[in-house]
C-alpha cells in the first residue's frame, strides 16, 4: 500500500467521491437549464418542427456544433481565459463547473433534440388540431411524450460529464479524477488510481441502473407480444390489436388471467 | 356550414410541382354526414386537411360559418379549430396519458375566459377541475369506455383506441367533426361499431361530420351527402342516394359499381341498366317482360344496396335486338316507370 493511499484513508477517498458526485450533479442540472430549452428550440424551429424558424435554428445549430465539435481537454485550455474574465477565477471548483456546463450544454441540446424529435407526429398533429399554441405543444405533448426517452438521454449524458470531471480535475478543482492525475500519478501510487478508477466506475454503474429503471418505470407504452405490466396499473394485460369490440368487452374478466390472455396472443399472431 | 371556394394547394418540389388539389368547389350543409371518397393520391386527405389548416392552401378559401379561416391570424385559428374536432386514422393518442386524462387534453387547453370577458370563443371555456372531470366521464359513457379510464392506449384495441380519440375529440362539444380514414385501419366489425358511433353522434349532438375514406361501405352506411374526388378535382358530389343511383362520372361509377361497368362491357346482346330507386325494386320486372312482352332478357349483373331504408340498386341485362326484342322491352320498363339506360 503506498503512503498516499496511508494519507488519505476512508475519509480522503469518500471526500473525493463526494466531491465527483456534487460536481457532476451541478453542472448536469445548470446544464439542462440551458440544453433542455436549446434541444426544444433546436427542434420546435426546424424545417416541419411546430414553429419553424429557419434563421434561428440555423444560428443555434452552428453554435452548438462548433462547441460539440471541441474536444473536452482543448474547450477546457481554450476556457480559461473565458472562465477568468466571466467567473474571476480559472481554477477551483467554480471554475470547473463553469467548463463543464459550456461543454455539457450543446451536447445535452442535441440529446433532448433528438428525443423530442422520436414524438410522434400525428400525435403532434392531433394536438395542432386541438388547436394547442405552440406552448402547449411544448409542456403538454412534447415534454410528457418524452419523458422516457429525455431520462434514457439524461442518464447517458450525466455519465458523459463524469467523464468530463475527471479530466477537469487535472486543471482545477476536486474530484476522483483530480486525486488520480495531480496527487497519485507524480507519486506513482497505484492502488490509489485503481481504486479511483473502480469508485468512478461504480458511481457511473448506479447512476446507469437507476435511471434506466426510472425510464423503463415511468414508460406507459406496453409492446404487443410482450407480457410487460404497465407501471402503476394493477391487472393490466396486452391485448392483441385486431380483437374484436366483444373481445375487449369481456376485459374485466380477462385481466385476472393475464397469463391465458398472452398465451391467446401468441396464438393469434 | 362550411364552403370551399376554389381550393388549390401545390406542393412545390425540385423535380416539379405537385398539384394535390385543383379548384375544390364544395359546401357542407350543416346536420350532413358529408362523405369524400376518392382513391388514395386522389388529394382527399388535403382536402380535408384544409378545413382545419393543418395544410395551408396555396390559394382559395374555406368559410366556416361565414368566417373565412384561411386568411385568420394563428391565436384565431387555434380558437376556431376547437370547434372542429378530428380524429385519424391512426388515432394519434398521447401513450403517457391515461385514456381519462387523454380525453381531458382539449378541457385542460380550452381558452381561459378573458378578463375582460367574452373573447369570441366558439367552444366552452376553460373551466374547473371537478367539472372537467365530470365531462370526461360523461364522454366516456357516451363512447362506453367507462371501465378503461385508468388505462394507457397501449393497452387497448384499435376500435377502443378511435373511441377514445372520439371522445377527446368531441370534448369541447364541437359543431364540426372530421374523420381522416377512421376506420381504414380496423377490421370490419369493429369499423361497423365505430360508425354507427358515428351516426349517433351526428344525430343525438347535432354533429357534423366530414368523412374522408377510401371505402364505398363508409359512405353507404352513414353518409347523407357525397363528395368524389378524383385526379385532385371534385368529379361529382351530390346527396348519397342521388350519386349512387345514378353515378355520372366515370370515377365514381368505378367506385361505386365496378362490377356492373365489367358486366357492361361484356360481349353479347344490347344491355339495358335498369336503376332502382325506392320502391320498384319490389316489383317483378324480369319475369314481366318474360312472360308479358315474350323478351329474353340475360341478367348480367344486380345488386341492390340499402341506403337511409330505401333499396337502390342497379340491375344489367342484356337483350337481343332481334324480332323486336328490345324494343318490346324499353316500351315495357317504361310503362312500368322503371328507369333505364341504354348502355353501348
Known amino acids: ?269 | 356550414m362550411i364552403e370551399i371556394k376554389n381550393l388549390t394547394k401545390v406542393y412545390p418540389s425540385k423535380s416539379g410541382d405537385t398539384l394535390a388539389l385543383d379548384g375544390i368547389d364544395l359546401t357542407i350543409p350543416d346536420g350532413a354526414i358529408f362523405g369524400i371518397i376518392g382513391l388514395s393520391g386522389a388529394g382527399k386527405s388535403t382536402l380535408v386537411r384544409c378545413i382545419n389548416m393543418l395544410e395551408r392552401p396555396t390559394s382559395g378559401s374555406v368559410v366556416i360559418d361565414g368566417e373565412d379561416i384561411t386568411r385568420v391570424k394563428q391565436k384565431r385559428l387555434n380558437l376556431l379549430r376547437k370547434n372542429i374536432g378530428m380524429i385519424f386514422q391512426n388515432f394519434n393518442l398521447l401513450e403517457q396519458r391515461t385514456v381519462a386524462q387523454n380525453v381531458r387534453f382539449p378541457l385542460d387547453i380550452a381558452p381561459k375566459k378573458s378578463k375582460r370577458g367574452e373573447n369570441g370563443s366558439p367552444v366552452p371555456y376553460r373551466v374547473d377541475k371537478a367539472k372537467r372531470e365530470a365531462r370526461v366521464k360523461e364522454l366516456l359513457e357516451l363512447v362506453e369506455l367507462s371501465d378503461k379510464a385508468n388505462s394507457y392506449p397501449s393497452q387497448l384495441s384499435g376500435g377502443q383506441k378511435q373511441r377514445v380519440a372520439i371522445a377527446r375529440a368531441l370534448a369541447l362539444r364541437p359543431k364540426y367533426l372530421l374523420c381522416d380514414e377512421a376506420t381504414s385501419a380496423l377490421d370490419p366489425t369493429t369499423t361497423k361499431s365505430i360508425l354507427s358511433l358515428l351516426k349517433d353522434i351526428n344525430e343525438k349532438l347535432g354533429v357534423t361530420v366530414i368523412v374522408i375514406t377510401h371505402e364505398m361501405k363508409v359512405v353507404e352506411s352513414i353518409c347523407t351527402d357525397v363528395a368524389v374526388i378524383s385526379n385532385s378535382k371534385i368529379a361529382e358530389t351530390g346527396k348519397v342516394t342521388d350519386v349512387f343511383s345514378t353515378p355520372k362520372s366515370d370515377i365514381a361509377k368505378e367506385l361505386i359499381i365496378p362490377d356492373l361497368i365489367r358486366a357492361i362491357e361484356s360481349e353479347g346482346g344490347k344491355k339495358l341498366r335498369l336503376i332502382f330507386a325506392g320502391d320498384e325494386a319490389d316489383a317483378p320486372v324480369i319475369s314481366g317482360l318474360a312472360l308479358e312482352c315474350g323478351v329474353k332478357a340475360n341478367i348480367l349483373y344486380a345488386d341492390t344496396k340499402n341506403i337511409d331504408g330505401k333499396s337502390f340498386g342497379h340491375m344489367v341485362i342484356a337483350v337481343s335486338e332481334e324480332d323486336g326484342q328490345l324494343e318490346a322491352a324499353k316500351a315495357y320498363l317504361l310503362r312500368h316507370n322503371v328507369r333505364f339506360e341504354e348502355e353501348l
Open chain 1, 1 to 269: 500500500m503506498s503512503r498516499l493511499f496511508g494519507q488519505l484513508g476512508f475519509e480522503g477517498f469518500a471526500l473525493a467521491t463526494l466531491e465527483t458526485i456534487y460536481l457532476t450533479l451541478i453542472s448536469t442540472a445548470v446544464a439542462y437549464i440551458i440544453g433542455l430549452p436549446l434541444g426544444i428550440l433546436l427542434c420546435a424551429t426546424d424545417k416541419g418542427g411546430i414553429k419553424p424558424i429557419p434563421w434561428l435554428n440555423k444560428i443555434v445549430g452552428v453554435i452548438v456544433n462548433i462547441l460539440r465539435s471541441i474536444p473536452f481537454i482543448i474547450l477546457m485550455v481554450a476556457l480559461i481565459p473565458v472562465s477568468r474574465a466571466i467567473i474571476g477565477t480559472s481554477i477551483g471548483n467554480e471554475a470547473m463547473i463553469f467548463m463543464l456546463i459550456v461543454a455539457a450544454a450543446p451536447y445535452i441540446a442535441r440529446m433532448v433534440e433528438s428525443s423530442v424529435k422520436e414524438v410522434d407526429k400525428g400525435v403532434i398533429e392531433a394536438a395542432r388540431s386541438m388547436g394547442a399554441n405552440t406552448w402547449q405543444i411544448i409542456w403538454k405533448v412534447y415534454l410528457p411524450e418524452a419523458k422516457p426517452s429525455l431520462i434514457v438521454g439524461a442518464v447517458i449524458s450525466t455519465v458523459t460529464i463524469i467523464g468530463y470531471s475527471a479530466m477537469a480535475g487535472t486543471i482545477s478543482g476536486g474530484g476522483l479524477g483530480s486525486l488520480a492525475v495531480t496527487q497519485a500519478r507524480p507519486s506513482n501510487a497505484q492502488d490509489v488510481i485503481w481504486l479511483c478508477v473502480v469508485l468512478i466506475v461504480v458511481i457511473v454503474q448506479v447512476i446507469q441502473e437507476v435511471g434506466m429503471l426510472l425510464a423503463k418505470r415511468l414508460d406507459r407504452r406496453v409492446y404487443f407480444g410482450r407480457a410487460k405490466k404497465a407501471a402503476g396499473v394493477e391487472g393490466s394485460y396486452v391485448e392483441i390489436a385486431s380483437s374484436s369490440e366483444e373481445e375487449s368487452a369481456q376485459s374485466s374478466s380477462l385481466s385476472t388471467k393475464e397469463d391465458e390472455n398472452v398465451a391467446q396472443d401468441d396464438r393469434n399472431q
